[in-house]
Every structure is written in structure tokens, then in C-alpha cells.
């Protein structure tokens, strides 16, 4: 680790040696994963596959997945996308060697993916096969008023199940391929992301399995894998009881979390937040450090009801507050089994895991 060397590689060895939280990292690059481990994570907490399909080398294929009217013609698209995810979730096993990480299936705004500029329909009809006046039709039935609270995360699985199907796929060939070159295994956890009830974490752990099964059967080998879910969503932390049914692991989206239990949209709030912490109605901005009464409470029973189903059950956070010192320290307090925070803040967060540790002797 030579950034962290000298006597701050000396103090992050003995944060090592007090803390008891696990440090994760959000990353979805090779470089990013580099990144993180030289600053000492453990694993990767977060891989967020919708920013692999931002490529611009395959955002062609995504918006033709997108607009398809019928799962044949989503499957074309997925079968162009296949071999790049099974190459991008490759590259990350080999940098993780061995350590655990968390894949969250896609979890984009649709809206995000939806073509713009004429040239970008015509691209798209000469992929797929299909006219411009076509396509444009179905990207206005696609458009959503709010598309934060739309069709995303785990809906998109729900309505397409081949999406998810063919990213698990690409995930268990990809884990296969690197047990059998570097003979050490890498365990991936997939994560269903927005689950807000128990049966729609079923349908998609189903969908996760049976893909399994498939490359299993067909490989002839298996790898161990855990299928979670996303704590986003009050209705979630509220039945967390029933969905640790399913559910072998959560990771707590304060992101999320904060936005709809506050009912404020994480991407407008700095119009009006400044003004709320200054009058005294947040202690600080909630976005960046934990709602701790309001948001917290929620983690906490969370966490309280899903031990109750599934004792042991791993418990991590993955919302940026997996990098803020105080909102760390309440994770502490909560026992979550580790943090996951964006590579850089992978020191801070070290120390501020032994620093809360220290605090709760
Ligand atoms: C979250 O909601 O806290 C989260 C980690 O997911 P994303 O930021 O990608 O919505
Ligand atoms: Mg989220």
C-alpha cells in the first residue's frame, strides 16, 4: 500500500488493530477496485452495474434493450451485451482475488438510457432492426414524470427478468472462469437493489438461482453465492423481518433511505437544505451524514428485525454515509458488519471504524 505508507501507514495499522467494522468499497472499474485495495478495503460493498452500460461502446446495445417491445427482442440486445459484463465482472474478481463483492443488478432511472438525439435513434434502429418513428413511439410510452420513484431497481427485474437473468450469468461465468485461472474462488453477493416487499425479493432470488443452476450445469462446476438486498426503502426496513426470510444479506442505501423517508430528492435538495441545517431543522446536511434519529431509527429496527429471522444475518451500508466519520459511528452502535464507501474515503473510514470502536469499550 504505498500511498498509505510512513507514519500513516503506522496509525491505519493500529485503527487496523482496534476496529471492528470491515471497510468495503463502491467501485465498479478495475482501477477503481485497485484503488480501494491499496487504501485497505476489504471487498468491494457496492459495484453498481448501471454505470458499466453507460459505456459508450455499448450504450447503443443498452438503448436497444431498453426500447424492445418484447423479450425476444431483449434477449437480442442482452446476447450483444453478455460477453462485456462477463469481462467487466471477470476484471473485478481477479483485482478482488478472492474477497468478497457485492453486485448489485441494474438499478438505472430508465430515462437515463433513453436516446435523445436523432442520431442516436437512427443508431438504435440499425441495431435492432426496427424503424426511428417505431422506436420513438415506445421511448414516449417509456417516459416517466418522476423516474426516481419509477420503474427502476428491482422493477426493471420484475417486468424484465432477462436482464437480470443474463447479468447473473455473466457473474457466475465470470466467477467460474477466475476460480479456475487463479484457483482461488471469489464468492459474489448479488444484490437486489429497491425491494420494498418480501415477494419481490422471491421472484428476483429465483431468477438469480436458476441462472445458477444453468451455468453450474452446464460448467460443470459450482461457486458459493450469497443473493441479498438493498434496505432503501422504509417499507423494507419495516418488514426486514419478513424479507431476511429470503434475503442472506442486507446492505443498508441510505441514499435512498434518506430521500423517501424525508421525502426530499437527493438531487434538488441543496436548494433548500443549506437554510434548513442553518435554522436548526437538520444538524447537518442528512444526504452526507445520517439522519440518525429519523433515518437511523429505521436502519436500526432494520437490522434488529432482520437479526431476528436470520441470526448472524451480514449487515453492511452502502449509501455515502458509509464514508462520514459520525454516520460510521452510529453503524458501530447499530453492529453492522462493515462500511462501504468510495475508495478515497477508504482511510477515513478506517479510522473512524477504530474510533467508534474505542468509544464503545
Ligand atoms: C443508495 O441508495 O444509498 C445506494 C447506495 O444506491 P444508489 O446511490 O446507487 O441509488
Ligand atoms: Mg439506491
Known sequence: QPELAGD????????????????????????????????????????????????????????QMILASDEAGR????????PEQRADFTAIFEVMAGLPVTVRLLDPPLHEFLPQQEAEFAEVA??????????????????????????RGCRLGVTYPEIYEIQAQAIFEAALDVAEKSGEAPIPEVMIPLVATRRELELM????????QAVFAERGKTVEYLV????????????AGEIAEVGEFFSFGTNDLTQTTLGVSRDDAARFLSAYVEKGIYAKDPFVSLDVEGVGELVSL?????????AGIKLGIC??????????????????DYVSASPYRVPIARLAAAQAALKAR
Do not use: Y
Not at 434477449?75 to 453478455?82: E, G, P, Q
Open 319 to 336: 449509501g455515502e454515509h458509509g464514508g462520514d466519520p459520525a454516520s460510521i459511528a452510529f453503524c458501530e452502535q447499530v453492529g453492522l
Open 75 to 82: 434477449r437480442a440486445a442482452l446476447a450483444k451485451l453478455l
Open 302 to 310: 432494520a437490522a434488529e428485525r432482520g437479526r431476528a429471522t436470520r
Open 126 to 151: 440499425t441495431a435492432a432492426g426496427v424503424d426511428v418513428d417505431t422506436l420513438k413511439r415506445r421511448a414516449n410510452e417509456l417516459h416517466e414524470f418522476n423516474p426516481m420513484l419509477g420503474h
Open 205 to 212: 432470488k429465483a431468477v438469480v438461482d436458476k441462472a445458477a
Open 228 to 239: 441479498g438486498t438493498m434496505i432503501e426503502l422504509p417499507r423494507a426496513a419495516l418488514k
Open 8 to 63: 500513516f501507514g503506522t496509525l491505519m495499522e493500529w485503527a487496523d488493530q482496534v476496529r471492528r467494522l470491515k471497510v468495503r468499497a463502491n467501485a465498479e472499474t478495475p482501477l477503481d477496485c485497485q484503488t480501494a485495495r491499496d487504501f485497505g478495503a476489504e471487498g468491494v460493498g457496492l459495484c453498481r452495474t448501471e454505470h458499466m452500460f453507460f459505456d459508450a461502446a455499448r450504450i447503443t446495445a443498452v438503448r
